[in-house]
């Protein structure tokens, strides 16, 4: 008697449905994982702006509150801080900030003591001029502030630049001066130069970051990433534009922050 030989293996409708499975296993594996990597990446480009952010606002907090600051508090401004000009800035006697642009200011200081550096790095030239305390300082750091065409917060000090941090698509500066009835009380903020009867008691600015990565926004249009850099700041629709001619999807943050020029305060 002849057993009947049985079939093993498998037959084409079972190996077709079993490549139907596997293939929708491995798109939704595939799409898990460009989602987390888009999710990442937008994480991390956040993080960048934030930090970016947090360092442009350190940087020009500590920078701007020195202004004004001299080694002898009962020494006169003026006889402190003459006519001079330097790193591209020229002061009246008496100045320490100065107007230069909307994105792009002057300051000007005395070192407190011989360990203290400008905005590129370098320390005093005499260090014995700090051995007593409260004498005057024969140097005066001049350090101008401003952002390049490659979009970087760039800091100058005679022919020596410093690049702090890139991706600043814009920076403004706001001074909050008093009036010749009221010299110690802030009356307005202006976007232009003041007048010899405006004294700086602040100084406001403004940000804009963008990050390196692109394609970041999916759902949103620049129009509508730009809109509180436009409100806030007040960039005119060339400027506007321009930004947006250079968009490929990237993340913007706007931050704000005001100092007061202590050093000019009573």
């Given at each position: 008697?002849?057993?009947?030989?049985?079939?093993?293996?498998?037959?084409?409708?079972?190996?077709?449905?079993?490549?139907?499975?596997?293939?929708?296993?491995?798109?939704?594996?595939?799409?898990?994982?460009i989602d987390n990597k888009k999710t990442y990446a937008f994480q991390q480009n956040l993080s960048e702006n934030q930090e970016g952010?947090?360092?442009?606002?350190?940087?020009?907090?500590?920078?701007?509150?020195?202004?004004?600051?001299?080694?002898?508090?009962?020494?006169?401004?003026?006889?402190?801080?003459?006519?001079?000009?330097?790193?591209?800035?020229?002061?009246?006697?008496?100045?320490?900030?100065?107007?230069?642009?909307?994105?792009?200011?002057?300051?000007?200081?005395?070192?407190k003591d011989e360990n203290d550096r400008d905005c590129v790095g370098n320390k005093v030239a005499t260090a014995s001029d700090f051995?007593?305390?409260?004498?005057?300082?024969?140097?005066?750091?001049?350090?101008?502030?401003?952002?390049?065409?490659?979009?970087?917060?760039?800091?100058?000090?005679?022919?020596?630049?410093?690049?702090?941090?890139?991706?600043?698509?814009?920076?403004?500066?706001?001074?909050?001066?008093?009036?010749?009835?009221?010299?110690?009380?802030?009356?307005?903020?202006?976007?232009?130069?003041?007048?010899?009867?405006?004294?700086?008691?602040?100084?406001?600015?403004?940000?804009?970051?963008?990050?390196?990565?692109?394609?970041?926004?999916?759902?949103?249009?620049?129009?509508?990433?730009?809109?509180?850099?436009?409100?806030?700041?007040?960039?005119?629709?060339?400027?506007?534009?321009?930004?947006?001619?250079?968009?490929?999807?990237?993340?913007?943050?706007?931050?704000?922050?005001?100092?007061?020029?202590?050093?000019?305060?009573?």
């Amino acid at each position: 008697m002849k057993l009947k030989q049985l079939q093993t293996g498998l037959s084409l409708i079972e190996l077709l449905v079993g490549m139907a499975i596997s293939c929708f296993l491995i798109l939704g594996v595939t799409q898990i994982y460009i989602d987390n990597k888009k999710t990442y990446a937008f994480q991390q480009n956040l993080s960048e702006n934030q930090e970016g952010t947090r360092f442009a606002l350190l940087f020009l907090q500590n920078e701007l509150g020195k202004t004004g600051y001299r080694r002898r508090p009962d020494e006169p401004v003026e006889t402190a801080f003459p006519v001079a000009t330097a790193s591209g800035c020229t002061f009246a006697a008496g100045q320490t900030v100065k107007y230069v642009s909307a994105n792009s200011i002057c300051i000007r200081y005395q070192p407190k003591d011989e360990n203290d550096r400008d905005c590129v790095g370098n320390k005093v030239a005499t260090a014995s001029d700090f051995t007593t305390p409260y004498t005057k300082a024969t140097e005066i750091f001049t350090e101008k502030l401003s952002v390049n065409a490659s979009h970087e917060l760039v800091c100058t000090r005679g022919t020596n630049d410093a690049v702090l941090i890139s991706g600043v698509m814009d920076l403004r500066f706001e001074f909050g001066v008093g009036s010749a009835t009221s010299p110690q009380v802030i009356s307005a903020y202006i976007k232009t130069a003041p007048s010899t009867s405006q004294p700086v008691l602040s100084v406001r600015y403004s940000t804009l970051l963008r990050s390196t990565g692109s394609k970041l926004r999916e759902s949103v249009d620049a129009d509508a990433a730009l809109a509180n850099w436009k409100e806030l700041l007040g960039a005119s629709d060339a400027e506007v534009t321009a930004v947006k001619t250079l968009d490929k999807g990237q993340i913007y943050q706007v931050s704000q922050n005001t100092v007061m020029l202590r050093n000019r305060m009573p």
